[in-house]
């Protein structure tokens, strides 16, 4: 990725992606197809694309390079997604109930393996994150949870609980170096 970038969601005018040059404060593209709230993106840690979910029910791969759509997903609900730190595997978490593990490179022939959680029932994943050494994934939630879950087998590890959000807000949660 180019330093001194910005991506980010519109939601004022449209659903639109946009990538912005911070150094001069100029888009340097646009990112059109979702037609709903964009509620997850995330750069590849590697390469020049990204992922974007939407409340529209689909996760799109994006090249920085390109306006175009790289990949595309349906899904039943909600998206959250994340890349491995390799940037070979992304994960995709669904409807706050599972989460499908995608190898980038042929991501069009489904996952690789699903993970079947217990559905939230007071909230909906808001995030996902892998650490550092691709070992975990946290899943942020907007209720009053966070949870650690094994990225190899979907065991999930902890429960993260104590705190109170009545007010139904995403809550923000990472890792540690």
Same mark, same amino acid.
Request: charged share 15%; hydrophobic share 35%; proline share 5%.
């Given at each position: 990725h180019a330093k001194n970038t910005a991506i980010h969601s519109s939601t004022k005018v449209d659903d639109t992606i946009r990538y912005l040059s911070l150094h001069d404060?100029?888009? =340097?593209?646009?990112?059109?197809?979702?037609?709903?709230? /964009? /509620?997850?993106?995330?750069l590849s840690p590697v390469e020049d694309t990204f992922l974007s979910g939407s409340m529209d029910k689909t996760l799109r791969l994006w090249d920085l390079r390109s306006p175009n759509c790289q990949g595309l997903m349906h899904l039943s609900g909600r998206p959250v997604a994340a890349y491995d730190?390799?940037?070979?595997?992304?994960?995709?978490?669904v409807n706050s109930e599972s989460i499908k593990l995608y190898d980038l490179r042929s991501f069009d022939k489904g996952p690789f393996v699903t993970f079947k959680l217990n559905q939230e029932k007071e909230c909906d994943?808001?995030?996902?994150?892998?650490?550092?050494?691709?070992?975990?994934?946290?899943?942020?939630?907007?209720?009053?949870?966070?949870?650690? /879950?094994?990225?190899?087998?979907?065991?999930?590890?902890?429960?993260?609980?104590?705190?109170?959000?009545?007010?139904?807000?995403? =809550?923000?949660?990472?890792?540690?170096?």
């Open positions: 404060n100029k888009y =340097i593209r646009y990112f059109h197809g979702h037609t709903k709230k /964009v /509620v997850t993106l995330c730190p390799e940037g070979l595997i992304f994960a995709a978490g994943w808001t995030g996902l994150k892998f650490s550092r050494d691709g070992k975990t994934m946290l899943i942020s939630t907007n209720g009053s949870i966070i949870r650690l /879950v094994d990225a190899y087998h979907g065991t999930p590890l902890q429960t993260f609980t104590g705190h109170l959000n009545n007010k139904g807000i995403p =809550i923000e949660a990472s890792f540690s170096p």
